[in-house]
């Protein structure tokens, strides 16, 4: 049987773990996967998980089954920190998924139970992983324009008539904040102008937040979706905490799902949950529980959003050190989209032999694109990573 399988490349994001540890130079630079690093180039655990680990340790009386859904706490949680009151609840279901690769498969299943064949518009570029993952699932995936990556803008009015253009029904893929990869968001007046286009054509959206207080704030960076929860009838979203509450390996998500009215909602609840029984029965508790006892708690949660509040403004800072360093390597050249970008990417704006290169020559690991996680710049590797690029850009 398996003498039938070929051997698949390496992941293009997740290879780049391996390649890095391999490497022996001392001097190396990990700018390739999405994970926060502190100062110290470390992806620590927040004080405020630890604290919410230890009261967990303390007080979990049963690892019993909680259900298809996940815990009702995380649930109720996820969905306040989504849409605080744009809608009601009663037209909402929220389920815990394994991460926020989980809540995508999860929204893409429920997809196709309600039509045969759907169309699904991605922005170009995406996250590597949206088109193998969503594609895989049996999504037709179609490429809306978005970023412009001569100017390092986003092209709006294209990627409005894209839009307009796309048959009513279709659904739209949106990144809520923090671009990935290019980190260029909307202005708030540019997604009230895609909204509207939205409306019109009676897309439906569907929103991918995995990095909810990354670009402005944990509540400003949910705008977009409140905004469109005010305007649509339906819509879906997928939120990953594994950023936000650093809690990568736990694979700890949700995915909400916005219903006309109350009785369709209750339909879709059926549905999800069915859903889920058939792929993968229920989702992992630990990382949800830890996530529900943090929001569910006044201190615990003014905590947490101080630690988020200062991975956002480390992220920034490292992007200006770079950017200055860079300036003064090679003023004629222009990196300055790299401080208007949000979150932990942007595109460093080099070929893909200047990729290599970096790699190669300088042990400098980002994905071919050139998407950089910028947490991976400390105040003592800026100057070694702004030598090797300048020297490779000439
Ligand atoms: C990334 O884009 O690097 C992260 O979202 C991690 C991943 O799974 O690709």
């Known amino acids: 049987m398996f003498e039938t399988l070929q051997t698949m490349p390496a992941d293009a994001i997740l290879g780049l773990i391996a390649e890095h540890r391999n490497d022996p130079r001392p001097e190396k630079i990990d700018l390739g996967v999405g994970v926060f690093r502190d100062a110290q180039g470390q992806t620590p655990i927040l004080n405020s998980v630890k604290t919410a680990e230890t009261r967990l340790l303390e007080s979990q009386a049963s690892k019993a089954y909680l259900g298809t859904a996940g815990a009702p706490e995380f649930n109720a949680a996820m969905q306040a920190l989504t849409f605080a009151d744009a809608v009601s609840g009663d037209r909402l279901v929220t389920i ?7 809540s995508l498969r999860v929204a893409a299943g429920i997809l196709l139970r309600a039509r045969e064949s759907v169309s699904v518009w991605v922005s170009e570029p995406t996250w ?9 699932a049996g999504l037709d995936l179609k490429p809306y324009p978005y970023y412009d990556t001569g100017n390092h803008v986003i092209n709006v009015e294209a990627m409005i008539d894209a839009l ?33 286009v939205i409306v019109e054509r009676e897309l439906l959206p569907f929103i991918d937040m995995a990095y909810q207080g990354f670009a402005r704030g944990v ?3 949910a705008f977009a979706i409140r905004e469109l929860a005010r305007r649509v009838p339906e819509l879906i979203v997928c939120n990953s905490c594994s950023k936000n509450f650093g809690l990568y390996r736990d694979r700890v998500g949700s995915v909400s799902f ?11 609840d059926s549905q999800v949950n069915n859903y889920v029984r058939t792929i993968y ?14 929001l569910g708690d006044a201190e615990l949660r003014a905590e947490w959003v101080g630690e988020v509040d200062a991975m956002r403004e480390r ?14 390597r090679n003023p004629a050249r222009d990196f300055s989209h790299l401080v208007r970008a949000n979150g932990m990417f942007c595109f460093l704006g080099v070929t893909p032999d200047e990729v290599r290169q970096l790699k190669q020559d300088y042990g400098v690991y980002m994905v071919d694109s050139s998407r950089i996680n910028v947490a991976g710049i400390t105040e003592q590797n800026v100057g070694y990573l702004a030598d090797a690029i300048a020297a490779v850009v000439g």
């Open 128 to 136: 590597a992983n949206h088109v193998p993952l969503l594609g895989g």
């Open 281 to 294: 029965s229920m989702p992992p508790d630990h990382g949800a529980a830890v996530v529900g006892m943090i």
């Open 315 to 328: 992220l920034e800072s490292m992007r200006v050190l770079l950017n200055d360093a860079l300036i003064e």
């Open 219 to 221: 509540d400003e960076d």
């Open 258 to 268: 916005l219903a006309a009215d109350p009785a369709t909602r209750d339909t879709v």
């Open 96 to 102: 815990q998924t394994p991460g926020g690769s989980g």
């Open 164 to 196: 307009r253009a796309a048959p009513q029904g279709d659904v739209v893929l949106l990144h809520a904040c923090c671009h990935n990869p290019s980190g260029i968001d909307p202005t708030e007046d540019e997604w009230r102008a895609i909204i509207d």
